[in-house]
C-alpha cells in the first residue's frame, strides 16, 4: 500500500517569509496528488490537485509542485500570514483506486 | 463554508445508548463518505456510498452502521460504542467515485461531528 511521509509535524516560520512543506510517498506514482488545509475541530478544505505530468501549479500565494522521479511535492505558501496557520494534509489515490489516503499532516504556524 | 452539512456539531453518549450521525450535502454529488479523525492524526475512511449503494466498508465494526437514504444524505447509526470510537467524525462527498481517477477527486468535507463515548 501507498505510504505517505509529509516532513515534520510541526513548522515555525516568520510572517512574511515563505513556508514550504514536504510530501513524500513510496511505491506507484499516482495519477494526482492533492494538498488540504484543515483548521482545530474543523474538516479539511481542498486547496490544490496537481496532476503527474504537471510540474507546478499556482492558486494566488499557494504553489505546489510534483516531482515523480523524486516521489514528491513541495508545497509553498509565499509571503505567509498568521491567518495561514493551519495544518496542511496531502493525499493521494490508492493503486487502482479512487480513495484518497491523507498523510499525517504538518502543522504549520505563521509568527507575527 | 462548507456545502457539507453534519449534525449535530457534538454527541456524548454513554456505551449503551443508540445514537445517530446524519450528514447532507446538495451539491448534486453521488460519491459520500464517513471518515474517522482521532487527535493528531489523518482521517481514515471509513465508508464510501456511490450511487447510494455501499461500496466500500474498511473493516469498520459493526457497531457503525452507515446508511444512505437518498443521494442527498448519508447517516451514520451508532450503538453499543467503547470510549476508543471517540473522536472527529467527517463526512464528505465528491462528484462520484469512478470518473474521477484522472481528473481528481475532490472531496468536500462538512465541519464534522465530535463524538465523545462514556
Known amino acids: 500500500s501507498q505510504k505517505i511521509e509529509q516532513n515534520s509535524e510541526a513548522l515555525n516560520i516568520q510572517e512574511g517569509k515563505t513556508a514550504t512543506l514536504t510530501c513524500n510517498y513510496t511505491n506507484y506514482s499516482p495519477a494526482y496528488l492533492q494538498w488540504y488545509r484543515q483548521d482545530p475541530g474543523r474538516g479539511p478544505v481542498f486547496l490544490l490537485l496537481i496532476r503527474e505530468n504537471e510540474k507546478e501549479k499556482r492558486k494566488e500565494r499557494l504553489k505546489v509542485t510534483f516531482d515523480t522521479t523524486l516521489k514528491q511535492s513541495l508545497f509553498h505558501i509565499t509571503a505567509s500570514q498568521p491567518a495561514d496557520s493551519a495544518t496542511y494534509l496531502c493525499?493521494?489515490?490508492?493503486?487502482?483506486?479512487?480513495?484518497?489516503?491523507f498523510g499525517k499532516g504538518t502543522k504549520l504556524s505563521v509568527i507575527p | 463554508d462548507t456545502e457539507v452539512t453534519q449534525t449535530p456539531k457534538h454527541l456524548v453518549m454513554g456505551m449503551t445508548n443508540k445514537k445517530s450521525l446524519k450528514c447532507e450535502q446538495h451539491?448534486?454529488?453521488?460519491?459520500m463518505y464517513w471518515y474517522k479523525q482521532k487527535a493528531k492524526k489523518p482521517p481514515e475512511l471509513m465508508f464510501v456510498?456511490?450511487?447510494?449503494?455501499?461500496?466500500i466498508n474498511e473493516s469498520v465494526p459493526s457497531r457503525f452502521s452507515p446508511e444512505c437514504p437518498n443521494s442527498s444524505l448519508l447517516n451514520l447509526h451508532l450503538h453499543a460504542l467503547q470510549p476508543e470510537d471517540s473522536a472527529l467524525y467527517l463526512c464528505a462527498s465528491s462528484q462520484d467515485q469512478s470518473s474521477s481517477l484522472n481528473s481528481g477527486n475532490t472531496i468536500y468535507f462538512g465541519e464534522g461531528s465530535w463524538l465523545t463515548v462514556v
Open positions: 451539491m448534486g454529488h453521488r460519491a
Open positions: 493525499a493521494l489515490p490508492g493503486a487502482g483506486s479512487y480513495q484518497l489516503t
Open positions: 456510498y456511490s450511487y447510494e449503494k455501499l461500496s
